[in-house]
């Protein structure tokens, strides 16, 4: 069976930085993408930022400039590298992986930014 696990997760002030990985373990045949997702209270899922098995990368407007996704391919793990954090960054965020299909998501963990 397929897994996620993200971690590194935390409390942080507004301007700090964190950095979340998320490893997928278990038969994989490929991964073509990896995707960070967040839900905070309240309000929808939104994909914060996305990445391919060639390194090409997407971000949501909100966080362009602040985060950077990137991946290890021999380790079948993305990070996301989260700097000049703001409290509306507070969120469970959520990893994925696809291959020609949803290979899972992971439990999340919780980043809060606050002052």
């Known amino acids: 069976q397929v897994q996620l696990a993200e971690s590194g997760g935390g409390s942080v002030q507004p301007g700090g930085s964190l950095r979340l990985s998320c490893v997928v373990s278990g038969s994989i045949f490929s991964i073509n993408t990896m995707n960070w997702y967040r839900q905070a209270p309240g309000k929808e899922r939104e994909l914060v930022a996305g990445?391919?098995?060639?390194?090409?990368?997407n971000y949501a407007d909100s966080v362009k400039g602040r985060f950077t996704i990137s991946r290890d391919n021999a380790k079948n793990t993305v990070y996301l590298q989260m700097n000049s954090l703001r409290p509306e960054d507070t969120a469970v965020y959520y990893c994925?992986?696809?291959?020609?299909?949803?290979?899972?998501w992971g439990q999340g963990t919780q980043v809060t930014v606050s002052a």
């Open positions: 994925n992986a696809r291959s020609s299909y949803l290979i899972g």
């Open positions: 990445i391919t098995s060639r390194g090409s990368t």
